[in-house]
């Protein structure tokens, strides 16, 4: 049976031979890792516990911070609700910002906005809400006395 084996080529050099066949230049001494066959074996150490610590860490820290994300994501929506609840609703004055208005429902279930507080009427109340300097209606704690801004 004959050998099917290519004999090596006059280029090719041995596997303990560093040549680099880009530059045409043996560049042992300027590779990062040892290529001498007498040269310590490189060993991959097992690094799966640090992975999965890692992991789970990251893991935390990225779902709080969606966590976070959220929570102020529903929160300008719920204020998004208000202001268009608001500036839907009917009223025939011009808001002064920075002062409580407050909204009612009509016997008709159309919302419409107040000067009068709740405490002065019986009409179906739904919130206290004050205008802010940049034209956005924020809702109050009616429960204060100063109606803050929550």
């Not at 490189?42 to 969606?66: E, G, P």
């Not at 279930?109 to 109340?125: G, M, T, W």
Request: proline share 5%; aromatic share 12%.
């Amino acid at each position: 049976m004959q050998n099917k084996s290519t004999p090596m080529s006059q280029d090719k050099k041995p596997d303990q031979i560093v040549f680099n066949e880009d530059t045409q230049r043996y560049d042992a001494a300027l590779k990062p890792y040892a290529t001498n066959v007498g040269a310590p074996a490189i060993k991959v150490s097992d690094n799966s516990t640090w992975k999965n610590r890692n992991i789970l860490k990251a893991n935390k820290q990225i779902k709080a911070k969606y966590l976070e994300l959220k929570a102020a994501y529903d929160k300008m929506m719920e204020e998004l609700e208000y202001n268009n609840l608001v500036y839907n609703s009917r009223y025939n004055f011009e808001p002064i910002i920075g002062e409580p208005y407050h909204l009612y429902r009509d016997k008709k279930e159309q919302p419409f906005l107040s000067i009068i507080a709740p405490s002065d009427c019986n009409f179906d109340f739904m919130g206290s809400f004050k205008l802010n300097s940049e034209h956005v209606w924020k809702k109050v704690n009616d429960d204060d006395h100063g109606l803050r801004t929550t």
